[in-house]
């Protein structure tokens, strides 16, 4: 059905290009190519995505719009990050970032420095990820863009992470949240606190499970659910609900079943802590074997990607 609907608003799209072309509007036909180029995207035709974007590139040069050239130059460096090309992403959007610079596009500022912060943590690289991070948050609290601040210190809390600075970390997450509460994100608040939960102690973790308790979660998505039951996993290790190993390996299997639905690479998005706390417990518990199991899960999602638990996972293996 969402594959019908991409090629349906396709056909239309054409039909408009053709008769902007017939028209000679410049500017309608660079809209109608970077359209397309999106929608090819959705298909999973990167070659002709990126032909499609580069061709509004050049007519947005032409035209001397700024705004769109950075705008298109935006979508080109994250369909580039979507196929996980890094560095040819990371050079046009450095590109896009020193367009809005020029033209003082706070906004676009702001998206170009957190996307450059997405990459730099994509690869590891969490020291510069902050700083990009930093910068990006400095402005969204001058455009008090809470919904914006509100991402951006959820990224960085999850750099603090990987830095093995849980105080920062905790302190990110929590300011997220506060904020989440505000603007009544519900399925953002869940990905918060899932992030978050493996780093609170008991009373903390039993507040937040209260919380999550009052959610309408009548709405959530593949990957809500998944988190939800992330923390339940976390919540059951960690407060020795149970110590059967069993309930462990249910709600895992739980787990893995739901990811295999989940659109999301983003590492951050993955159950990698949930199985990193269940595998210690079932260590704990005298269950080598499944402890094994779900440390060769854990790794399987990080992949060649570094990370913070990625060691200690491996040595488990052994």
């Given at each position: 059905q969402h594959k019908g609907q991409?090629?349906?608003?396709?056909?239309?799209q054409l039909e408009a290009l053709n008769i902007r072309r017939q028209l000679g509007d410049m500017k309608g036909i660079s809209t109608s190519l970077a359209i397309i180029g999106h929608l090819n995207k959705e298909k999973g035709d990167f070659d002709k995505a990126v032909k499609l974007y580069l061709e509004s590139i050049e007519i947005k040069k032409q035209l001397g719009d700024k705004k769109g050239i950075s705008s298109s130059l935006f979508n080109l460096g994250n369909l580039y990050r979507d196929k996980n090309k890094i560095e040819?992403?990371?050079t046009i959007h450095l590109e896009a970032l020193e367009i809005r610079r020029q033209s003082d596009d706070k906004k676009g500022i702001c998206a170009s420095l957190a996307i450059l912060g997405h990459l730099s943590k994509d690869i590891g690289n969490f020291e510069k990820a902050e700083k990009l991070y930093l910068e990006s948050l400095e402005l969204k609290r001058e455009l008090n863009d809470k919904k914006g601040i509100s991402a951006l210190l959820v990224n960085l809390?999850?750099?603090y992470f990987e830095m093995d600075n849980d105080k920062k970390a905790?302190?990110?997450f929590n300011e997220s949240?506060?904020?989440k509460r505000e603007i009544n994100t519900v399925s953002s608040l869940v990905a918060t606190i899932h992030r978050l939960f493996s780093l609170l102690d008991s009373n903390a973790q039993n507040g937040y499970n209260s919380e999550i308790d009052k959610l309408d979660k009548s709405n959530l998505n593949t990957n809500e659910m998944c988190w939800l039951k992330n923390i339940e996993l976390i919540?059951?290790?960690?407060?020795?609900?149970?110590?059967d190993t069993a309930v462990i390996q249910k709600i895992s299997k739980q787990i893995i079943d739901l990811t295999k639905k989940l659109r999301t690479n983003d590492i951050d998005d993955l159950p990698v802590e949930a199985f990193y706390v269940a595998a210690k417990k079932l260590i704990q518990l005298n269950s080598t074997k499944q402890a094994k199991?779900?440390?060769k899960q854990a790794l399987n999602w990080i992949g060649n990607r570094k990370t913070r638990?990625?060691?200690e996972l491996e040595k488990m293996l052994k």
């Open positions: 991409i090629e349906k608003a396709e056909k239309l040819e992403a990371e809390g999850v750099c905790i302190k990110c949240i506060v904020l919540y059951v290790c960690h407060n020795d609900v149970s110590n199991s779900l440390a638990r990625k060691e």
